[in-house]
């Protein structure tokens, strides 16, 4: 999570952008620092590298387009997650819709996924979370993500999501409850 | 770090197993993927950038189309519709069951007569009876006419002739004594006035006019 000298170095990271000599070395610097932590948010949430690779491109070329409008009223960080989690629920919204599945097949389509990736084995428990965490909706699984594996403050996650903090703990809450449940087999 | 150490207290007040376990991906990524991200998405939003930046070609089309084309183009496709059609057969392709129109009328008056029974039955005159009751209105216009054609002839005639009856009954020594001693006209005396001397009043031209029959 970004502090106070990470803000000041996301301002510069703006301010030289919006420097027309300076546009190109500033987006690179940009990309460099955020790439990892929007890449794997977004992978949690697609699973497979491809898909992960082409919405987290077409972010950072949104992020180009659109840097320049930036106001900086939130966090660059904020904005960065907003753009990378919108992008990532619209993908999996078309995904849905061109295979025509209801929300239960949905489940199994991402399961099917998983079960195809790399070094996949049920039976060590960070394949299983990840198996949990693909039974909770799209949103909850957002929420349970930016918390647990991001560590974002209620906070910024309400910024990204547009959600009250209240209701963001409520939906994490209940998140925990259901992947701990899949785990122990209840 | 105190937020890892945030999460794990959470966690812990929520009971939760997950609060122990090791928050790891488990997920492959390829090498090198991360070094080379950057100048990849500088690649594609060049790409992207030439892609909007079209040269300004022209946009003029290089082929001809003959004079008055457009202008006759409407005209030509409903006259082609009407020429299409022009081989189709007259005749519809359509069957109507034996009888249908021998029995048609008798099946509408008794439907019409179902729907209002309580009607009063229309008069039907005889075909006769009205030929006849046609040919006295004809007859009867014809002695209207006759009538008044007769009549305004009578009236017409009562006027004319009544002039010449009434010359006709004044003797004609009188008519003789008018003729001598009415003034002579001076033939001489007439020619000889300037009728641009005369001071003559419109109103007695006119009458004079009127009197001697002038239109």
Redesign the interface.
């Known amino acids: 999570m970004p502090d106070t000298t990470d803000q000041v170095s996301d301002h510069m990271l703006v301010a030289s952008f919006k420097d027309e000599k300076l546009r190109e070395a500033s987006f690179t610097q940009l990309v460099r620092k955020y790439q990892e932590r929007l890449y794997w948010h977004i992978r949690r949430m697609v699973i497979e590298h491809e898909d992960t690779n082409d919405i987290l491109q077409n972010v950072f070329i949104k992020v180009w387009k659109n840097l320049d409008d930036f106001r900086e009223e939130s966090n660059l960080y904020t904005w960065l997650y907003r753009i990378g989690t919108n992008e990532a629920l619209t993908w999996i919204d078309q995904k849905k819709r061109r295979t025509s599945v209801s929300l239960s097949d949905n489940e199994d389509i991402f399961s099917e996924r998983l079960h195809a990736q790399k070094d996949f084995d049920p039976n060590k428990i960070e394949w299983k979370l990840q198996q949990a965490i693909q039974t909770l909706p799209e949103k909850q699984r957002v929420v349970f993500n930016l918390r647990y594996y991001d560590e974002m403050p209620y906070e910024e996650m309400s910024g990204v999501l547009g959600t009250s903090v209240g209701a963001l703990k409520a939906s994490y809450h209940h998140a925990v409850k259901k992947v701990q449940s899949f785990i122990s087999g209840d | ?1 105190n ?2 150490n ?2 794990s207290i959470e ?1 812990r007040d ?1 009971n ?3 609060a122990d ?10 090498a090198g ?2 070094d080379q ?2 100048d ?3 690649a ?2 060049k790409n ?1 950038n030439e892609a909007e930046n079209v040269p300004a070609w022209s946009k003029k089309m290089p082929y001809s189309v003959p004079v008055n084309y457009f202008n006759e183009l409407t005209g030509n496709i409903i006259a082609g519709a009407f020429t299409e059609n022009a081989d189709l057969p007259e005749q519809l392709p359509y069957t109507v069951p034996a009888g249908y129109f021998e029995n048609l009328p008798a099946q509408i008056l008794a439907a019409a007569k179902a729907e209002s029974p309580a009607k009063k039955e229309t008069k039907v005159i005889p075909l006769q009876k009205r030929h006849i009751f046609r040919q006295m209105r004809w007859l009867a216009a014809a002695v209207l006419i006759l009538g008044i054609g007769i009549g305004s002839y009578s009236i017409i005639n009562r006027g004319q002739s009544s002039t010449e009856n009434m010359l006709a009954s004044v003797p004609a020594n009188d008519i003789q004594d008018y003729l001598q001693h009415t003034d002579r006209i001076d033939v001489d005396r007439v020619l000889s006035t300037d009728i641009n001397n005369l001071q003559l009043d419109n109103k007695d031209i006119i009458q004079y006019l009127n009197e001697t029959g002038w239109d």
């Open positions: 770090m937020k890892r945030d999460i966690l929520m939760s197993v997950l376990m090791p928050r790891t991906m488990p997920y492959h990524v390829p993927y991360f991200l950057p990849n998405v500088h594609t939003i992207i």
